[in-house]
């Protein structure tokens, strides 16, 4: 649905904001776009959609050059921006009209109808905009996004600021467009809305897209576990036998820990998660274990190594 094939976007001052970044993005997905302040997920999602010009690259949306076929490729995309709505006066019924007819779509109320009601926003259409609480105005600009039908929907930090309810409301809304058929792009600083709703993951840090991948398939490839083993008695040091397990000592010797990765490869050595031998070698330490359990890396977890790495 979306090429983007060698983009980049530097400023007159030398800045540059988005350095080769090539991605694909296929109809009906949720790709989440993570990344710190000043990344360049906002000039990426801005490129594509005609807001800003890129210095080089090519993107395509729906097959449509968005230099060349601007009016074409822009007229898939519903945009939600950060910022609020500024026609204060307005009513959310006269603005949604307005925005389908600058896209040059004819009018359909039921439609309209559906898209306020979906959004919880039909008792309030003949409201003024400015008397709207800051989650409605929220859900204003997703209204508007798709009032005039598109197959893409960017959204530039839809849920910041507001409350866990509305945040789970527009998953929910987000899931069930995805299911419709809509492509859905976000940013976002909520790693666990990546988790929640996203079919892929890209992590922005310095204008590079360092990866994008399947948040499952991501987890399992640079995630790790830990088993963490808690002893009956604390020890002060770790007894030699175990030394080649690489195990943590912590908590004042009341627990030893053990990290592992989740996918093993040929250069791995085989012991590292080789749990019953360790546990094994534990017992012949004369070492008593009292309780033991894993935990795994988050999301979160992999997004703050990577963007700590250099780029």
Known sequence: ?????????????GTRALNDVSLEIEQGEILALLGPNGAGKTTLISIICGLVTPTSGRVTV???DIIKEYRKARSLIGLVPQELPTDAFDT?????????GLFGKRPDPDYLEKVLRDLSLWDKRESRIMTLSGGMKR???IAK???HEPKILFLDEPTAGVDVELRQDMWRMMNLLSEQGV?????????EEAEAIADRVGVINDGQLLLVECKETLIKKMGQKCLYIDLIEAIQALPESLARFGLELL???????????????????????????????IAKAGLTIKDFHTEQSTLEDIFVSLVREPS
């Not at 649905?1 to 001052?13: A, E, N, R, W």
Request: charged content about 20%; proline content about 3%; some cysteine.
């Open 1 to 13: 649905m979306i090429t983007v094939d060698q983009l980049s976007k530097s400023y007159g001052d």
């Open 62 to 64: 729906g097959g449509y």
């Open 92 to 100: 959310p019924w006269n603005s949604l009209r307005l925005s389908r």
């Open 139 to 141: 859900r204003l600009l």
């Open 145 to 147: 996004a798709l009032c």
């Open 183 to 191: 492509t859905i792009i976000l940013t976002t600083h909520y790693i």
């Open 251 to 281: 908590q004042g010797g009341w627990r030893l820990a053990f990290r592992y990765s989740r996918s093993q490869d040929s250069n791995t050595n085989e012991l590292s998660a080789d749990i019953p031998s360790l546990l094994q070698e």
